[in-house]
């Protein structure tokens, strides 16, 4: 499998905070009881993260940290870096320290590892698809709550873009916009008396007609929703390169190089982050060699 390096660091405090909440809701009010019973305090051990199938790594931060947060001593070499793809059976990273430690924050590593590896692996294989058309794979909003930036990091480090963020920092007239105002002139002369002019504006249609009117107004950007391939070919020559344009609704892997060669812009998926499938990895404890053993006993 190609290495695809994609670059990009989650900010500090994401990572501490996801992870602290992470561990919290699997530790409770009582910790890790079968560790705690089984375990001797002062023992060590050490470990290897591998991946059970092939796919593109993301998340080593977040794993680094679950095992840091409960023993700060831990030490976590990354054997790859965010974006890098893998083969089955690689080694992603090793892990010594402090027993207790990495078993307990065993799972917690694993859960944001093998999701935002999901994540970025199946954002890959749409980036693949279109490659060559000129149109980018972009994420939606439709994101786990309380992941929003762990996922569309995620995204981008299998090769796609972020659309907007939240509510604050983009706009995007839907269709409920449009229709809770009587149209889309409505919207779009309420929202010219209101917006900065570094808010850039995008609008979401459902046919030819309301495309041809929306263009007729000052914005950036046309969502392009749920049109079939022949429609979105029209739309894309009726815009002829005046704003960006935006395919979605009903995108699937069989179908996004079909869209993509209609010359739109961007494809926006929900199913990169709503439907990705986790990768799947595991961690493997390295037994002591015989000398080791010996030396014990």
Not at 55 to 69: R, V, Y
Not at 116 to 136: F, K, M, P
Not at 140 to 162: D, F, H, I, Q, S
Not at 218 to 246: F, Q, S, W, Y
Request: aromatic content about 4%; proline content about 3%; charged content about 25%.
């Amino acid at each position: 499998m190609k290495t695809k390096t994609h670059k990009g660091e989650l900010p500090r405090a994401i990572v501490e905070r996801a992870v602290e909440a992470a561990l919290e809701e699997d530790l409770g009010g009582a910790g890790d009881i079968t560790t705690d019973a089984t375990i001797p305090i002062g023992a060590k051990g050490k470990a290897a993260i591998v991946a059970r199938e092939a796919g593109i790594i993301a998340g080593l931060d977040l794993a680094a940290e679950a095992f840091k947060s409960l023993d700060p001593e831990a030490k976590f070499w990354p054997l790859v870096s965010d974006g890098d793809a893998v083969n089955q059976g690689a080694k992603i990273a090793k892990i010594a320290g402090k027993t207790r430690a990495i078993l307990t924050a065993e799972r917690t590593a694993l859960n944001f590892l093998g999701h935002l590896s999901g994540v970025a692996t199946l954002t890959s294989r749409y980036v693949d698809a279109v490659a060559g058309t000129g149109a980018r794979i972009a994420c939606t909003r439709k994101t786990t709550p309380g992941l929003r930036a762990l996922e569309k990091y995620a995204v981008r480090m299998g090769g796609g873009v972020n659309h907007r963020f939240g509510l604050y920092d983009g706009v995007l007239i839907k269709d409920n916009h449009i229709a809770a105002v009587s149209g889309i002139g409505n919207a779009l002369r309420a929202l010219a008396a209101r917006a900065g002019h570094m808010v850039r504006i995008e609008i979401e249609v459902d046919t030819l007609d309301q495309l041809k009117e929306a263009l007729r107004f000052p914005i950036d950007a046309v969502l392009l929703d749920n049109m079939d391939v022949p429609t979105l070919k029209k739309a894309v020559a009726m815009v002829a390169g005046r704003v960006t344009t935006e395919a979605s609704g009903g995108v699937r892997l069989e179908t996004v190089r079909k869209i993509a060669e209609t010359g739109i812009d961007l494809i926006s998926a929900g199913a990169l982050t709503h439907s990705a499938r986790r990768l799947d990895l595991s961690l493997e404890w390295a037994r002591p060699s015989k000398r080791q053993a010996k030396r014990r006993g």
